[in-house]
């Protein structure tokens, strides 16, 4: 009975990692349910990588943000050059080793792109908002197993407790039987079937041990603490079933939890997430509008500077020229000086080249996407199968989450009853229990029938345990969903 039990809430833990501890919790005395919540949701490794993608979340916002802002970016380089090269301050194809180089700043100011910049960051606003609620998700999914682990716990204990008592109460019997086949009273067979028996009730109480022994191991997991023999949980004062009724149906606890649950939430963030992306996709359709600016200079070591220009003698020259002198024309000749200018070239110093050669410019581009490759229509065709995508895993989301609660309510009933049931038997078993011992004692039943009747009676009380705490974890999944604290 108590390995079914198990096995109904060791589903809960699908999402459990196990690994090596890697933090001391410092905790001293035994754990709380509450103490071990918190304390879970602060170092368990599920919980710090989803933080982790949410901080990525966080950061894409703040990109799509700042992408809205000009860009400013600076250029530089140099180059040594041999041969035949142009000159990039005069332009002129030179023949000879120089050095060059060019420095620049240029800005550029997106005016409009089809809205794209202002959907996307929309888009990413809600899927910060989803990978929030996702968080506390991933929380909440901590939380349940915590609750899981802690109850079995709980669960295994008492099964400990009862498989003491019972193999107490065997080794009793097995000490009065023996005593009467010492006197005679009893044939041997007797003795032998309740050692059977009780080497059955020791089997059944280390089984019960290993139990709890597995349920504290995946506690300490879950906590991401280093397992230890010490651990401990708190005992706390659990109610019977039979005195906390379910006063809520299944359809009350669905209405509440589709409104409060953080995996509803980001399900149904993602979704407008996904129809923003789609927004997103769209605008490349439109034209792109930036404005444009730059400034920037150039140097070059083949470049030279003019200092003015040297004037120089070259001697006279011989000029003729007619006269006219009463009606003759005579010829004449003169000596005049020739002087030509030469200009004077010097070293040109990098920081005046790029004083010197400063260019400024600035414009607006306009980009209208005609063709290209119909990249934008298969762009938009793939967000809209992403918001399918959305759409259905929200409805996903919300069919698991109903079917959870419905079975959960069903379960929690079913426990109930199971437990009224059991409790009765339990009374019952008891009474023929007792009278079986007195009815041996008294040589009236053999130790064949007394161990059927015994077996009968530990059956019920496995039977009451397990009813108890199904009810129990089935009402806390309830609560859960109606945003009630989990505590015992």
């Not at 703040?62 to 050059?81: A, E, F, W």
């Not at 079995?152 to 019997?173: G, M, P, Y």
């Not at 698991?400 to 609660?405: A, E, G, K, P």
């Amino acid at each position: 009975m108590s390995k079914k039990l198990l096995l109904v809430l060791g589903l809960m833990l699908c999402g459990a990692t196990a690994g090596q501890a890697q933090t001391q919790s410092g905790k001293t005395g035994p754990w709380t349910l509450q103490e071990a919540i918190e304390y879970a949701i602060t170092n368990n490794l599920q919980v710090k990588q989803n933080a982790l993608s949410r901080d990525l979340s966080r950061l894409d916002l703040k990109q799509s943000q700042l992408n809205r802002v000009p860009t400013i970016n600076g250029n530089t380089s140099y180059s040594i050059n041999a041969g035949s090269f142009q000159d990039p301050v005069t332009f002129q194809l030179l023949t000879q080793s120089a050095q060059t180089g060019n420095v620049s700043l240029n800005a550029n100011v997106p005016l409009f792109a089809g809205f794209q910049q202002l959907n996307t960051i929309k888009q990413n606003q809600l899927l910060l908002q989803a990978s929030e609620q996702e968080n506390l998700s991933v929380q909440n999914d901590i939380t349940i197993q915590i609750v899981t682990a802690y109850l079995n716990i709980l669960f295994a204990n008492e099964l400990i407790n009862t498989s003491q008592l019972q193999r107490t109460l065997t080794q009793e019997q097995l000490n009065r039987t023996g005593v009467l086949f010492k006197a005679g009273s009893v044939a041997e067979n007797a003795v032998l079937d309740l050692e059977s028996q009780l080497a059955t009730d020791e089997l059944n109480l280390i089984t019960a041990q290993n139990q709890r022994d597995v349920a504290r191991l995946t506690l300490m997991q879950l906590l991401n603490i280093p397992t230890t023999e010490s651990f401990e949980v708190l005992i706390p004062q659990i109610p019977e079933p039979d005195q906390e009724p379910i006063i809520v149906n299944g359809d009350q606890v669905y209405d509440a939890a589709v409104q409060i649950l953080p995996a509803i939430k980001a399900a149904n963030l993602r979704l407008q997430g996904a129809a923003k992306g789609l927004d997103v996709a769209k605008g490349g359709f439109y034209p792109r509008i930036n404005l444009f600016g730059g400034v920037g200079s150039r140097y070059s070591s083949a470049s030279q500077f003019l200092f003015g220009r040297e004037e120089t003698f070259n001697g006279y020259l011989q000029q003729s020229y007619f006269e006219d002198v009463a009606g003759s024309n005579l010829i004449r000749t003169v000596f005049v000086p020739s002087t030509s200018y030469l200009p004077v070239y010097g070293d040109y110093p990098l920081f005046d080249q790029l004083k010197d050669n400063i260019n400024r410019q600035a414009g607006i581009s306009i980009q209208i996407p005609i063709f290209n490759g119909f990249q934008v229509r298969n762009n938009v065709e793939r967000a809209k199968l992403s918001q399918e995508n959305a759409r259905v895993a929200a409805d996903i989301a919300r069919n698991n989450l109903r079917q959870t609660i419905e079975q959960a309510y069903l379960d929690a009933v079913a426990s109930q009853r199971r437990y009224a049931a059991a409790k009765q038997q339990v009374l019952a078993s008891e009474k023929n229990f007792r009278n079986a011992e007195l009815r041996l004692n008294s040589g009236v039943i053999n130790t064949v029938d007394f161990n059927v009747i015994a077996n009968t009676y530990r059956s019920a009380q496995s039977s009451l345990i397990q009813a108890k705490y199904e009810y129990t974890f089935k009402v806390k999944i309830l609560d859960f969903y109606q945003g009630k604290p989990l505590t015992l």
